[in-house]
């Protein structure tokens, strides 16, 4: 076989003690069926107080925002319910889930976009709004005024910055509105005083480039001061989310894949993936063409630390000075919207292996009672392996599944071709044997619930919370979660 080119997940010591505890997962899997997702609610308290240390830090005031739809569990919410953290929500339902966590209406944000119905319920429950449109907030205006709703708090999403001076890439969004329609924008702010206050500006880009977002933060300074001229008293920039995790233990691991990707597409090695996908490269007459469209997994600089980078890079057309120091100058708080950062080592995705099938081609499929969707790694270019958490008192090795590392295809449990767990050949360490479990790990960040449904009656995963207590593992259904009450520290 090839030299193995493993991907290993960077697994954290909450992460790491739960993969090592086979009987526990079996367990679940056997009382609950396969696919199981499992989340850890201490996890993200652990993961807020990260984020709330780069706040203090800086001496930066404000809130941070969970962006729930990273994941729909109940048991994070309501963990984070117990925590000083608020909460982004995007729809009606995540807006009754927050509710009905604990979140009380000051610390709800709703972004993206919305329906008359979502709109009602966040105003009739003094909620802030995150305002994506000149129309939106007209409606917004239309139905407090009409429905004697209380004023509602308003931030403005703004896009399409411009760097002064330097080339820096913006990308075009279909959110927030443009601020060369800054003007008449705040022209109806203005003339909606009575049904709404506007206390801030925002952005949210979906890029990882710390230039860009570093334009459009110094470009909300500026917006800030447009307003306070006239007469506004805006005091929040809501730089959003997009901080980004780090889901590969190794660099040099990455470093190498991808260059054996780029061999393999090449035609100078043999395929590394089903059919030789190129993940978005190509050769042309042995000429590489295309662009890598992956996640870059390796990814040391992220969440917490992102923000920290972010918030101390100079302001290029305001003196130069850290943007963190310009907030604090201003006395601006800051609002983050944390999504896939905030749930970073919260989540295991386990599937149980069905079949192990080794084809006259030299193919070797794993079967897994999972399907694409049920962990949409794939999906989001996240290469990342899986773990193999052994049966306990499984199967003795045998000649085949002792021969150490090797190279398998992951494939689903729905009649479809392109049920493809990964298209990446998954190198794993040994061969695995039914009844074994493949361990997806750090997969709360959008993987597990956000793409699964019902496609052929196959079951979505479950999901349970699983925290510690005197060393060992306890669980229960994510929605029977309740922070404090669960874990029995209110007795
Ligand atoms: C408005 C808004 N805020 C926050 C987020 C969270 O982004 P991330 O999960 O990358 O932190 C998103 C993601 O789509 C978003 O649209």
Redesign the pocket.
Known sequence: MATPLFLAPRLESRLTSLLDSPGFLHDLVSALGSPLNVVLPDQVAENLEQFRSVYRRHRLGGDI?F?H??NRSSSLVRRLAATPAAI?I?SLGELQHALGSGFAPDRIMA??PKNPEFLWLAARSGITV?IDSRAELEELAALVGKFGLPRVRILL?LSSFEATGTTVLTRKSR?GTSVQELDSLLNAVESHRDTTELIGVAY?L?TIGLPEKAVALEGCIKVMNACHSRGLRPRVIDI?????VNYLADGEQWERYTTELTNAVLGRRSPLTWQGHGYGLRSEGGTLRGALGLYPAHRPVAGPRYLDELLSLPAPSLGGRPLATLLLENLYDLYT??????VDQCGLALAKVLEVRRTAAGDCFVRLEMNAGDVSLEEHGVLVDPVLVPRPGGAAATSDNDSGPVGVHLIGNLCLEADFITRRTVFLPRLPVPGDLLGFANTA??FMDFSADHALHQPIARKVAAFEDAGSWRWCLDDQYWPNITTGEHI
């Open positions: 925002f962006a739809k990273a982004d995007a972004t993206g995150n999403r959110f949210h979906d959003g989310g997009g901080f980004g919207e944390p999504g896939r950062a905030l960040g959008y």
